[in-house]
């Protein structure tokens, strides 16, 4: 106990690495505290006999201190796991530190309850959803866009540079002063050969396509002309009889006209119907057949 207020005697007055002066209070940084507070009684290096209570990757230890173990630095601290049941807990505090000061025993259960309810509130944000900030790196999204760019143009010249290449040695221009590879010069051949198939093709299906449009076109015109001339007969022969029962009524009549037929017949535009119409006049008059 002489040793303990020595020691204290020494920290309060001079200097300790763990003291944290404020314009109200001292507090202390030491892992092993109680309290957090610089004083007597919390003074973890300052009492021979301390215990305290510590959370690790969320399991919680109590941590004994004796005068026995001061010598051996390394075996200073007795750990015990604790229960993750609160009531469990408490007896086992109760039974570690029974004879312990009750200043000790009470801090010790009030950092218990304090830790457990903070690891409460730890797993019930776990299970809830949360936002997941992802930061937006802009200088790396850049240069890869410039990178981008820089191969596009880099393929583009690529092609072309290719192109002109083939299209050289094509007309002769090298001669046979380079060795050129024969296998993209035959790739580029076939491919032209390609692009001439397709087009010929195509206007071979729609040449073939026009005649059938056409033939059937001329095969309707044959039909509709071949019905229309039938009824022009029929009509003829039915106007023709109509006038000669007029003129016989018509007995004053001296001098009788021919009936005149204009009949006008388009076969280059080809009309798909046609309309007659007929008039009959006096004997002054002709008669008239207008399309």
């Known amino acids: 106990m002489e040793n303990d207020d020595i020691v204290w005697s020494i920290i309060n007055k001079s200097f300790c690495s763990y003291k944290v002066n404020t314009k109200t ?37 109590l941590y004994m201190k004796t ?23 408490l007896r086992q505090i109760n039974e570690y530190l029974v004879y312990w000061p009750g200043f000790l025993k009470q801090k010790c259960k ?10 409460i ?4 944000l776990r299970l809830r959803r949360q936002k997941k900030l992802v930061p937006i790196q802009r200088k790396q999204d850049r240069r890869e866009r410039r990178r981008e760019e820089k191969a596009l143009i880099a393929a583009r010249l690529d092609s072309a540079i290719e192109k002109e290449l083939l299209e ?39 040449e073939n396509e026009d005649e059938e449009q056409e033939e059937e076109i001329d095969e309707e015109l044959e039909r ?29 009549v001296e001098d009788i006209q021919p009936l005149t037929t204009n009949v006008v017949k388009d076969n280059t535009r080809r009309k798909p119907r046609l309309e007659i119409e007929y008039e009959t006049e006096t004997p002054s008059k002709t008669a008239k057949r207008t399309v």
């Open 25 to 61: 209070q001292r507090f202390c940084r030491n892992e092993y505290n109680l309290t957090g507070l610089c004083n007597r009684s919390s003074c973890p290096l300052a009492n021979s006999q301390y215990a305290t209570v510590r959370e690790e990757d969320g399991n919680c230890f």
């Open 67 to 89: 005068a026995e173990r001061s010598g051996f630095p390394r075996n200073m601290w007795e750990k015990v796991k604790l229960s993750k049941s609160l009531e469990k807990a």
């Open 110 to 119: 009030q950092r218990l309850l304090k830790i457990s309810q903070y690891l």
């Open 121 to 124: 509130r730890m797993r019930k």
């Open 168 to 206: 050289r040695l094509k007309r002769g221009t090298y001669g046979d002063i380079y060795n050129f590879p024969q296998v993209a010069f035959n790739k580029a051949l076939e491919e032209e050969e390609e692009e001439d198939v397709q087009p010929n093709e195509y206007g071979e299906d729609e």
């Open 224 to 252: 509709e002309l071949e019905e229309e001339s039938e009824n022009d007969e029929i009509e003829y022969v039915e106007a023709d009889s109509d006038l000669e029962r007029e003129l016989e009524d018509e007995s004053d």
